[in-house]
C-alpha cells in the first residue's frame, strides 16, 4: 500500500482498529493503524503476550541511552486494586487534581492547541452521541479513564522526577512503541495521561519512592468493535503546517 493510498484511507475511516492474529503488519501501517482506543472487550490480555509487546518496546531509543523510563503493569486484582484507591480518593473529600508540579497541559491553552483539543473532543462526543449541552454524560465518559475504559490490563509509565524535559520526551518515545508493537500483536491501547492528575495516590499505591512519579498510564487490551467511540479517527495538520522545507530542489 503506498503512503498516500494508505493515508486516505485513515481519513475515510476504512481501517480496522483491530489486527488477525499472525497477519503482517508494515511499520507505516502500523503507524497510521494505531488509534486510541475507548472501549475494550473482557478478553483477558495474557502475560506472556504483554511481556512479548513490552520486550520489544524496551529497545526504543533514548538520548545517551538513559533509559529514562520503569512502567508497572496491572492485570487481574492489582488492577482493580488501583481503579479501586483512585475512586475512594476521588469520591473523598480532599478530592482534586494530583498532577502538581507537573501540570498535564497548561493553562488557559492557546492557538492552534486549543482549536485541535476542541475539535477532537467535539469529534469524540459526535461518535458517542453526547451533545455539548450534556455536561454529566461527558464527565460520565472521561470517569472511564479511570477504569482504563474497561481494558483487563493498565500499565503505567514512571520517571525520575529529577531527570529534565528531555528524558520526559524519551519517554514517549518508548509509549509510541509500546503502542505500535502492541498493535502489530492486535492489541489495542489508549495512553492515559488522565493519570496524571492521580499521581499522588499512584504514588502512595505503588508504594513509589520520593524521586519516582507516574507520567502517564496507558490501556491495554482488545477493543469493543461494536463500540462507535472506537471508529473516531482524529485528523493531523498537513504536513506543510508542521514543517518546513528549506534547501530542496522542487520536483
Ligand atoms: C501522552 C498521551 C496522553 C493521552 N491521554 C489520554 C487520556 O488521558 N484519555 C484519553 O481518552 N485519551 C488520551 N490520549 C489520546 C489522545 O487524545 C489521542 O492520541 C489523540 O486525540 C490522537 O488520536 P489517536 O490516538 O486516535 O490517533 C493521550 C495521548 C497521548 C499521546
Not at 503506498?2 to 488477525?20: G, I, L, Y
Not at 483477558?44 to 508497572?72: C, F, H, K, T
Not at 486549543?114 to 449541552?133: N, Q, W
Amino acid at each position: 500500500m503506498s503512503a498516500t493510498a494508505s493515508h486516505r484511507s485513515r481519513e475515510t475511516e476504512e481501517r480496522a482498529t483491530t489486527r488477525r492474529p499472525g497477519e503482517v503488519v508494515g511499520v507505516s501501517e502500523a503507524i497510521l493503524g494505531r488509534t486510541s482506543i475507548r472501549a475494550f472487550t473482557s478478553q483477558p490480555l495474557e502475560a506472556g503476550l504483554l511481556r512479548q509487546i513490552l520486550d520489544v518496546a524496551r529497545y526504543a531509543p533514548s538520548g545517551s541511552n538513559m533509559q529514562p523510563w520503569r512502567m508497572i503493569a496491572v492485570a487481574g486484582e492489582a488492577r482493580d486494586r488501583v481503579v479501586d484507591a483512585v475512586r475512594d480518593r476521588q469520591a473523598g473529600e480532599d478530592a482534586g487534581d494530583e498532577a502538581g508540579d507537573h501540570p498535564i497541559r497548561p493553562s488557559p491553552i492557546w492557538e492552534p492547541y486549543r482549536t485541535r483539543r476542541f475539535k477532537v473532543a467535539e469529534d469524540m462526543y459526535g461518535k458517542l452521541g453526547i451533545p455539548r449541552s450534556d455536561k454529566p454524560a461527558r464527565l460520565r465518559f472521561l470517569a472511564g479513564n479511570a477504569e482504563f475504559f474497561g481494558a483487563p490490563v493498565g500499565l503505567f509509565f514512571v520517571i525520575d522526577r529529577n531527570l529534565g524535559h528531555s528524558q520526559w520526551a524519551h519517554l514517549g518515545m518508548l509509549m509510541q512503541t509500546v503502542a505500535l508493537a502492541a498493535y502489530e500483536r492486535g492489541v489495542a491501547s489508549c495512553m492515559q495521561e488522565f493519570w496524571a492528575s492521580t499521581r499522588q495516590t499512584l504514588a502512595r499505591h505503588f508504594d513509589l519512592p520520593p524521586h519516582e512519579m507516574i507520567y502517564c498510564g496507558m490501556a491495554l487490551g482488545f477493543a469493543d468493535e461494536t463500540a462507535p467511540v472506537n471508529t473516531l479517527r482524529s485528523d493531523r495538520a498537513s504536513l506543510d503546517e508542521i514543517c518546513e522545507f528549506r534547501g530542496f530542489i522542487p520536483e
